[in-house]
T-cell receptor
Framework: GENVEQHPSTLSVQEGDSAVIKCTYS??????FPWYKQELGKRPQLIID?????GEKKDQRIAVTLNKTAKHFSLHITETQPEDSAVYFC?????????????FGIGTKLQVIP | ETGVTQTPRHLVMGMTNKKSLKCEQH?????MYWYKQSAKKPLELMFV???????ENNSVPSRFSPECPNSSHLFLHLHTLQPEDSALYLC??????????????FGSGTRLTVV
């Protein structure tokens, strides 16, 4: 089955700096890669996603890149703000016996220091 | 609320108790999921229901018993749990589980403590 590894597990940045979170996946058939943000005590929420036919996608201060050959994808947050502090999860969606299963990474706790 | 509602928000139960978690979605989605979120672990998929039919049981112990009476409601029945079952249990829904389906909408979760 799919295996998703996520690094780093914790990340501290100064407000205004950029933050990068990296994930690798094992199943070359995976075709959809969402990122979720979970603030303390709240539910995970989809913040951005990318499909396997696209190399990069941007949404304001957030961007995601995908390298299918290397089987890794990354989340980039620019001009970080304190409200970006949260746990971020990457995920990969691939095939599992005909059902497309989402496998999550372990999460990265991002702290933005004012 | 984002359309996926879970109750209760918090639950403390003894190892001999029987309790149920409830999830309800008003998004018109056809697929619903139970995930377990433990500290320092990835989100663990437990069960998947698509159009009320269970399509995935991710090797979950029988002390967890799901029920999906219709596409809008999902239950997780709990009995004789162990302390290591203490975790945040998240319900999620998506349009369906076909290749066209994408992101999940999560509920706020039930924080379960087994004593």
């Amino acid at each position: 089955g799919e295996n998703v590894e996520q690094h780093p597990s914790t990340l501290s940045v100064q407000e205004g700096d950029s933050a990068v979170i990296k994930c690798t996946y094992s199943d070359s058939a995976s075709n959809y890669f969402p990122w979720y943000k979970q603030e303390l005590g709240k539910r995970p929420q989809l913040i951005i996603d990318i499909r396997s036919n696209v190399g990069e996608k941007k949404d304001q201060r957030i961007a995601v890149t995908l390298n299918k050959t290397a089987k890794h994808f990354s989340l980039h947050i620019t001009e970080t703000q304190p409200e970006d502090s949260a746990v971020y999860f990457c995920a990969a969606k691939g095939n599992s016996g005909g059902y497309q299963k989402v496998t999550f990474g372990i999460g990265t706790k991002l702290q933005v220091i004012p | 609320e984002t359309g996926v509602t879970q109750t209760p928000r918090h639950l403390v139960m003894g190892m001999t108790n029987k309790k149920s978690l409830k999830c309800e979605q008003h998004l018109g989605h056809n697929a619903m999921y139970w995930y377990k979120q433990s500290a320092k672990k990835p989100l663990e998929l437990m069960f998947v229901y698509n159009f009320k039919e269970q399509t995935e049981n991710n090797s979950v112990p029988s002390r967890f018993s799901p029920e999906c009476p219709n596409s809008s409601h999902l239950f997780l029945h709990l009995h004789t749990l162990q302390p290591e079952d203490s975790a945040l249990y998240l319900c999620a829904s998506s349009q369906d589980v076909s290749p066209g389906a994408h992101g999940y909408t999560f509920g706020s979760g039930t924080r379960l403590t087994v004593v």
